[in-house]
T-cell receptor
Framework: NAGVTQTPKFQVLKTGQSMTLQCAQD?????MSWYRQDPGMGLRLIHY???????DQGEVPNGYNVSRSTTEDFPLRLLSAAPSQTSVYFC???????????FGSGTRLTVV | KNQVEQSPQSLIILEGKNCTLQ??????????LRWYKQDTGRGPVSLTI?????NTKSNGRYTATLDADTKQSSLHITASQLSDSASYIC????????????FGDGTTLTVKP
């Protein structure tokens, strides 16, 4: 039982490049979320999903796209990377959206 | 605006001592409040979860309290250990949108020998 798996763990992008951060969970959780955490700050919600085929915007969605074609996977796409997107990105999942979110170990992204 | 404010921002204590972290929130309508521990470079790990009807919840040396009337919660750590050094995050969930929660900025706790 791997829980929530995020790949890659580290990534360096050039401004303007695009990429996809992967998130997979094997707990059959319906709810999945993406957060970013800037140095010394709290987590901010980017996008979330309450089930396959359903996504919605969080607090800071600009510059990011998501899709949820399966229950297991919830990839986050950066359309055109900017230095302001340098951050640590966390994916989390939950059975019912309110209790017991399980977090992945994070992806540390640097945009130069 | 739904907000979660934590205090203090940082705290240094000696090993073996107790400490209490505070969380005040304005999230409404309220569903539940969670405390997470985040070690440096790791994802948050859940410590306690409380609904509005619960006043206290314990997890080993961690005890969370909740006053839904005053919208305040505290996390008390007993007999601190070096491994308690981490960021402690208070998270409050709306009962009208299960996918959204509001995160506090966390309290950074350092336990020194």
């Amino acid at each position: 039982n791997a829980g929530v798996t995020q790949t890659p763990k580290f990534q360096v992008l050039k401004t303007g490049q695009s990429m996809t951060l992967q998130c997979a969970q094997d707990m059959n959780h319906e709810y999945m979320s993406w957060y970013r955490q800037d140095p010394g700050m709290g987590l901010r919600l980017i996008h979330y999903s309450v089930g396959a085929g359903i996504t919605d915007q969080g607090e800071v969605p600009n510059g990011y796209n998501v899709s949820r074609s399966t229950t297991e996977d919830f990839p986050l796409r950066l359309l055109s990377a900017a230095p302001s997107q340098t951050s640590v990105y966390f994916c989390a999942s939950s059975a019912d959206g309110t209790y017991g979110y399980t977090f992945g170990s994070g992806t540390r992204l640097t945009v130069v | 605006k739904n907000q979660v404010e934590q205090s203090p921002q940082s705290l240094i204590i000696l090993e073996g001592k107790n400490c209490t972290l505070q969380c005040n929130y304005t999230v409404s309508p309220f569903s539940n409040l969670r405390w997470y521990k985040q070690d440096t470079g790791r994802g948050p790990v859940s410590l306690t979860i409380m609904t509005f009807s619960e006043n206290t919840k314990s997890n080993g040396r961690y005890t969370a309290t909740l006053d839904a009337d005053t919208k305040q919660s505290s996390l008390h750590i007993t007999a601190s250990q070096l491994s308690d050094s981490a960021s402690y995050i208070c998270v409050v969930a709306l009962n009208t949108n299960a996918g959204k929660s509001t995160f506090g900025d966390g309290t950074t706790l350092t336990v020194k020998p």
